[in-house]
């Protein structure tokens, strides 16, 4: 499998794979916004003293005082952090840790799949952002020497990153400014809707996120299925689960009429499909309709989904967006 070629893209369908989109995990993102006002401030009240917030795996982390110094361990939980007004407090980042531009200046601990977890203890920060896959001894090292860390699944859909921009928003207690930012992706969300409505027939679109020789794809239970159903196109292979490798002969036969591939580590991922052999009888390449996306954009479960999905929607359907 190749997907560990590609930058931030790796990590997470490294993730999803392992945990199946998270769904075997005890406590599920549906579960937030539900238990948000039964697990915080349990001890007192947030002005004067400790308050408790229930993480994604069910750990109950108790802050003293809200945290001022940041850990974040996944570039999306950046994102979400810099929108939530504390881009300045975080003091540790992932090397993929590219939106906005200032996060580039953030010291680098992680490369999302390992952690400097000596260089993090020596950093003492009030709180650390974590996710679930993979940094489960790192997590265990961290907690050891006493450090806060508050473990955020990797959202496998649209109300997910509700859930993640409110859980941490309640940490940093700026719950008002979770609602806004909320709001506002709500808001940008409806607004393609409302221009995808017009649509008679969904177009047919494949989604390739690695590419030949071993092809691979997305289905249903993974966040960009979620994307693409918001954006009103028909995902090719919503029939299968999570992420798979496809076969060519298979492909060919479904016959998408664009194709979307966010690879960003070949030197021409466009003409590298619209040069494969036996694929000149597929719709999309006879109409050239293959297009490269940003993959931070369409491969990150943060503030950003608004966009990520004007951006498919426009893509597809340039005409009712000019």
């Known amino acids: 499998m190749k997907l560990v070629n590609k930058k931030w893209l790796a990590p997470l369908a490294v993730s999803l794979l392992l945990v199946g989109c998270g769904d075997s995990e005890d406590t599920t993102k549906s579960d937030k916004v539900e238990t948000k006002e ?4 349990t001890e007192t009240t947030e002005e004067t003293g400790p308050y408790t917030v ?3 795996r069910g750990v109950e982390v108790t802050f003293e005082e809200v945290p001022e110094s940041i850990v974040s361990l996944q570039p999306s939980n950046t994102e979400i952090l810099f929108e939530l007004g504390a881009g300045e407090q975080i003091i540790g980042a992932t090397e993929y840790d590219t939106y906005p531009e200032e996060a580039l200046e953030i010291e680098r601990v992680s490369d999302s799949m ?7 203890i020596e ?3 009030d709180v650390v952002f974590a996710y679930t896959v993979g940094e489960e001894a790192h997590i265990e090292q961290l907690e050891s020497a006493g450090l806060k860390v508050f473990v955020i699944k990797t959202a496998a859909t649209i109300d997910d990153v509700y859930g993640d921009i409110e859980q941490m928003a309640e940490v940093l207690k700026v719950e008002e400014k979770a609602d806004e930012i909320v709001s506002g992706i709500e808001d940008q969300i409806a607004a393609v809707q409302e221009k995808t409505a017009s649509i008679d027939k969904k177009e ?3 989604f390739e996120i690695a590419p030949a020789p071993e092809i691979w794809s997305v289905g249903s ?3 960009q299925q979620e994307l693409i159903e918001a954006a009103g196109v028909e995902n090719i292979y919503a029939d299968q689960q999570d992420w798979f490798e496809v076969t060519e002969e298979d492909l060919i036969t479904r016959n998408p009429e664009a194709i979307i591939t966010t690879v960003n580590y070949s030197e021409d991922p466009k003409g590298e499909i619209m040069a494969r052999e036996g694929w000149s009888n597929i719709t999309a390449i006879q109409n050239e309709e293959v297009y490269e996306l940003n993959a931070d954009i369409m491969d990150r479960p943060g503030p950003r989904i608004g966009e990520a999905i004007e951006l498919i929607a426009s893509t597809i359907y340039p005409e009712i967006f000019n």
């Open 221 to 223: 239970g993974t966040f």
């Open 38 to 41: 039964t697990t915080k401030n």
């Open 123 to 125: 950093m003492q920060p």
């Open 114 to 120: 390992t952690i400097d977890t000596e260089r993090v």
């Open 204 to 206: 047919k679109v494949y």
């Open 54 to 56: 229930m993480d994604d």
